[in-house]
């Protein structure tokens, strides 16, 4: 169990206190943050692969263009979902690992071996 360490500091903001906590909370869900790098990173490709297109496959036209526009504006939105995966799963993780210091125990004392049979004469 981790234990939560109180924030100080320009904490005592209520609006900075509640994007903390949303930050926090948001780096815990690491499949989430990976599912929203890669699909950031498979957009931006579908963009550049819209913007190739438009330049190889159409001729100087209103297509091309409006073509190239879309394909801009997917590869705006990949880097941005991307660089927020990767935010997520590096920057806060790290700051999670900080600010949650694990729980320590009291040492136990080491498991006993079982006892051993007696052979019976």
Same mark, same amino acid.
């Given at each position: 169990?981790?234990?939560?360490?109180?924030?100080?500091?320009?904490?005592? #903001?209520?609006?900075? &206190?509640?994007?903390?906590?949303? =930050? %926090? *909370?948001? @780096? &815990?869900?690491?499949?989430? *943050? =990976? $599912?929203?790098?890669?699909?950031?990173? !498979? $957009?931006? =490709? =579908?963009?550049?692969?819209?913007?190739? %297109? +438009?330049?190889?496959?159409?001729?100087?036209? #209103?297509?091309?263009? /409006?073509? +190239?526009? /879309?394909?801009? +504006?997917? /590869?705006? #939105?990949?880097?941005?979902?991307? +660089? /927020?995966?990767?935010?997520?799963? @590096?920057?806060?993780? %790290? $700051?999670?690992?900080?600010?949650?210091?694990? *729980?320590? !125990?009291?040492?136990? !004392?080491?498991?006993?071996?079982?006892? !051993?049979?007696?052979?019976?004469?």
């Amino acid at each position: 169990m981790m234990k939560k360490v109180k924030p100080e500091g320009f904490f005592f #903001i209520k609006g900075l &206190q509640k994007a903390y906590h949303w =930050l %926090l *909370n948001f @780096s &815990q869900h690491t499949q989430r *943050n =990976l $599912v929203i790098l890669i699909s950031g990173f !498979s $957009v931006t =490709l =579908l963009g550049l692969l819209l913007v190739i %297109l +438009a330049e190889f496959f159409f001729g100087q036209s #209103i297509k091309q263009e /409006i073509l +190239a526009l /879309i394909g801009v +504006a997917l /590869i705006v #939105i990949g880097l941005t979902a991307a +660089a /927020i995966g990767y935010f997520c799963l @590096s920057v806060l993780g %790290l $700051v999670r690992y900080i600010l949650y210091k694990p *729980n320590k !125990s009291k040492p136990t !004392s080491p498991p006993q071996p079982p006892p !051993s049979k007696k052979d019976s004469p």
